[in-house]
């Protein structure tokens, strides 16, 4: 993202965004398909074998096709401090959330898990106000456009990350499908999000990124809601409106985000405002699947297997659905108040 900021003009960067996150769609799209013909046909191990020829190819794709571009304009050094008080502070949360129902919400080790990541949050904060070089630039955040882009960015992974990965276990656990056939049931909604991103980004350049994100997380939170009322005899075409309602909203939503986040910083900050938003993205994504996991988890009390294993994973999968359908409206609310037109900083302003 910096480089592309760094690269097009700002008439086009909007355009470029969209492209590269239709790029990023298509890799969604490949991941699961591959991934179920490799646990299906030869074992699941590969899925993290076949990461290895991939990363050297872009580690040379990298070195001969990208041109350097870094900020100049303070001197960098690793934040230490930054690092261990952000890493415990996440690790303690994700935790907490994920162990919470096997050691019960109000036991000494979940409160104190909790009360870690609090503190350890807090830190991080305090710390990256008067580090020389903060990991984290809070001064970004004086922007309410920028603020709001990555709000909304976390909200949507956490609405959506757990989606993934639930609707996985369902279309295979409940609905019986094979682990190709469930890699591919996203086909239409990753395809989708290839051909609305390019859309939205070049919109977003014209309107600004405010309603684009709005109807996009409206999109998102009705997916949501159809996914939530799906049960144990749905078939693909229960699935599919679902699912062409979530490409629309994905594309409309992340691409516009992240052209309002990367248009709100000067060109020489770009990179330090795409790790931001690249941060609260990932962050987003492991809570989603911990929150998801703890809401569905705390509706089961028996063994996979059980008789009434089915009925107990439908209850807890369809109260997470909603509660991410929530967090899909916080997001849109935060757009509307938070993102307004901007225009794209350039080097020095």
């Keep these: 993202l910096s480089i592309i900021s760094a690269t097009f003009p700002v008439q086009e960067r909007g355009l470029a965004i969209g492209i590269w996150a239709g790029v990023s769609a298509m890799a969604l799209a490949i991941g699961p398909l591959v991934g179920g013909l490799l646990t299906e046909h030869i074992h699941w191990g590969w899925i ?145 999000i290839m051909f609305v991103a390019p859309v939205a980004g070049k919109l977003s350049d014209r309107l600004g990124s405010r309603w684009l994100i709005v109807t996009g997380m409206g999109f998102l939170a009705t997916h949501l809601l159809f996914l939530s009322n799906l049960d144990v005899d749905s078939t693909f075409w229960n699935l599919l409106p679902a699912l062409i309602l979530g490409g629309f909203g994905m594309g409309l939503t992340m691409t516009p985000a992240t052209v309002a986040a990367i248009g709100s910083v000067p060109v020489a900050k770009a990179g330090i405002g795409s790790g931001i938003l690249n941060t609260f993205r990932q962050v987003g994504g492991a809570l989603g699947i911990a929150v998801m996991g703890a809401i569905v988890a705390s509706q089961i009390d028996v063994v996979p297997g059980a008789p009434a294993f089915r009925d107990q994973f439908m209850d807890g999968f369809s109260i997470a659905l909603r509660v991410a359908a929530g967090i899909a409206l916080v997001g849109a609310l935060a757009a509307a108040v938070l993102i307004r037109k901007y225009r794209h900083l350039e080097a020095g302003e």
Excluded at 79 to 93: E, K, M, Q
Excluded at 94 to 111: D, K, V
Excluded at 151 to 157: A, G, P, S, T
């Design 48 to 192: 993290f074998f076949i990461n290895v020829p991939i990363g050297v190819l872009a580690i040379l794709a990298a070195r001969l096709l990208i041109r350097e571009s870094r900020d100049t304009s303070t001197d960098q050094r690793l934040d230490i401090p930054g690092l261990l008080t952000s890493g415990v502070a996440l690790f303690a949360l994700t935790f907490a959330l994920i162990e919470a129902n096997e050691y019960g919400w109000t036991s000494p080790t979940i409160l104190s898990l909790f009360a870690v990541a609090g503190i350890g949050l807090v830190g991080f904060v305090l710390l990256e106000m008067h580090q020389r070089a903060p990991m984290v630039d809070l001064s970004l955040f004086r922007s309410g456009t920028f603020a709001g882009a990555n709000i909304v960015v976390l909200l949507v992974f956490l609405a959506m990350f757990g989606v993934f990965f639930f609707v996985s276990l369902y279309v295979q656990g409940i609905l019986g499908y094979s682990p190709v056939q469930a890699g591919a049931i996203f086909l239409p909604m990753t395809v989708l």
